[in-house]
């Protein structure tokens, strides 16, 4: 499946009217009422998470920004469901087993093909409840005020996102933006705050994905 396809396959855009909540077909995302499409996001109990090894702090209070990162894992060219939930697991058990931390790191996750994974336990219904986040780590010194995004593949040396990477990493930063109450304008790169080359050219485009971000939010 190439990208744009599963793009198709993750995403129902409403018109300009509006959103609308409507049946969905299995495997596509469903819109909410509310100012940004809600995008399907396999839980950590679909992708067949491990537990963590110790407890996950709640934060009691909204997060002010997002984080994008890069996880530096191989450029792949298989845009499957099942290939995402394989790049979950990498990042599991490379943040569990060689940084020993209790969990994944970062909240989400966006594979080369646009399939959406929840990272750390318990982002996905805090998420949906706009209040409450789980403590990350996945930047130094911003894990008590922001999310956490990491996108699959490695952008640090010349190559660039798919068109469904893209289009679903604007689409949950507005939907996660929407919940929260983030302003648009406050959606930073890992290299923003430490001495790090993340996300890559994820961050040259930081202008636009603000901007897009800000239109999805509004259409």
């Known amino acids: 499946m190439n990208p744009e396809n599963a793009l198709r396959r993750r995403l129902l855009l ?3 009217a509006g959103l609308i909540a409507a049946t969905a077909l299995p495997g596509t995302a469903h819109a ?4 940004a499409v809600e995008p399907d996001i396999d839980s950590t109990a679909l992708w067949g998470a491990r537990p ?3 407890t996950i702090r709640t934060l009691r209070y909204r997060p002010s920004k997002i984080i994008v990162h ?7 060219t298989d845009f499957s469901r099942a290939q995402a939930h394989r790049h ?8 569990m087993d060689k940084n020993g ?3 994944t790191g970062y909240h989400f996750l966006v594979s080369r093909g646009g399939w959406i994974t929840e990272g750390r336990h318990g982002s996905l219904p805090a998420l949906a409840g706009g209040t409450t986040f789980p403590l990350g780590t996945h930047t130094s010194g911003q894990n008590d005020y922001s999310i956490g995004i990491a996108n699959e593949g490695a952008y640090h040396d010349g190559a660039v996102p798919t068109t469904a ?5 604007v689409t949950l930063c ?11 304008t406050q959606i930073y790169g890992h290299k923003d705050y430490g001495d790090t080359l993340c996300p890559g050219v994820y961050h040259d485009m930081l202008p636009r994905l603000r901007q897009e971000v800000e239109a999805a939010r509004t259409a």
């Open 70 to 76: 890069h996880t530096v894992s191989a450029n792949t």
């Open 165 to 169: 990477q893209w289009e679903v990493l």
């Open 14 to 16: 409403s018109g300009a």
């Open 52 to 54: 963590p090894q110790g």
């Open 88 to 95: 979950a697991h990498w990042v599991q058990d490379l943040h």
């Open 101 to 103: 931390w209790a969990d």
């Open 174 to 184: 507005a939907y996660t933006c929407s919940r929260y109450g983030i302003p648009s």
């Open 32 to 35: 909410r009422t509310t100012d």
